[in-house]
């Protein structure tokens, strides 16, 4: 599949994820290309349908997105709840264990995500997988001896890589963090290895979403189908 065809199964998902959206409701946002095609979308909806929502962001990029539009965006401290949060994801498999955190932003995603009533996905095709693994999983790590947490995460066999951007600067994520992705190629017991990581001093949170999710809304090209 080249990039315009994954980017037309990616917009037809955000599309139909964004029929959930109705008047009034409290809808998280999350981050990444897929949810850019759902904000495209939301954001007519807006200024052509009159649409009112109000959304909370799972980053600065997001937040940037939806205020273009006029969209309303509070604080997640600012609301008592989360109506839907809909999300991409980098890889999920048939009983709803993802990654996330491709795009830097696996903190604020997580967070969001507990906070809210139902969660959906919106993926292309090729991120559904029997296996999740082969996509590097992220890791949230504070800078501060973040030198000895890449250490134990190669004695684990973890395979850890610091994440640096096209510059050969460490990525930083919305909370001034780096992020290190785990080459693990298979995650064969996802729970275990999310509570070694969380367990970790100077770990912040990794990117393992567990069955966290209701709804996965799939691009596929025969339209988008979903995955519940
Ligand atoms: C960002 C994420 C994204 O949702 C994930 O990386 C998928 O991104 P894309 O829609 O660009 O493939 O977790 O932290």
Redesign the pocket.
């Known amino acids: 599949m080249d990039k315009a065809q994954q980017d037309a199964l990616?917009k037809a998902a955000g599309i139909e994820a964004a029929k959930l959206i109705e008047n009034g409701m409290i809808a998280g946002l999350?981050?990444?290309?897929?949810?850019k095609f759902l904000v495209d979308e939301l954001g007519r909806r807006h200024q052509e349908e009159g649409l009112e929502f109000t959304g909370v962001t799972t980053s600065r990029r997001t937040q940037a997105q939806a205020e273009s539009y006029g969209i309303k965006i509070v604080d997640v401290d600012d609301v008592d709840h989360i109506d839907i949060t809909i999300?991409?994801?980098?890889e999920v498999d048939s009983n709803f264990n993802g990654i996330?955190?491709?795009?830097?932003?696996?903190l604020w995603?997580k967070i969001v995500a507990i906070n809210s009533n139902k969660i959906v996905w919106i993926v292309d095709e090729s991120k559904v997988v029997d296996t999740i693994g082969k996509f590097p999983l992220p890791v949230e790590v504070i800078p501060f001896g973040a030198g000895h947490v890449i250490k134990k995460l190669e004695a684990k066999g973890y395979n850890p890589v610091l994440r640096l951007d096209a510059d050969g600067k460490e990525v930083r994520t919305d909370e001034n963090n780096f992020v290190v992705d785990l080459h693990l190629e298979k995650i064969e017991h996802p729970t275990d290895l999310a509570e070694d990581l969380i367990n970790m001093v100077g770990v912040v949170e990794h990117g393992l979403f567990l069955n966290m999710v209701d709804k996965v809304i799939v691009g596929d090209p025969n339209g988008p189908r979903v995955m519940t």
Do not use: P, R
């Not at 996330?100 to 696996?106: H, I, R, V, W, Y």
């Open positions: 990616k999350g981050t990444g290309s897929t949810v999300d991409g994801a980098d996330k955190g491709g795009g830097a932003a696996l995603e």
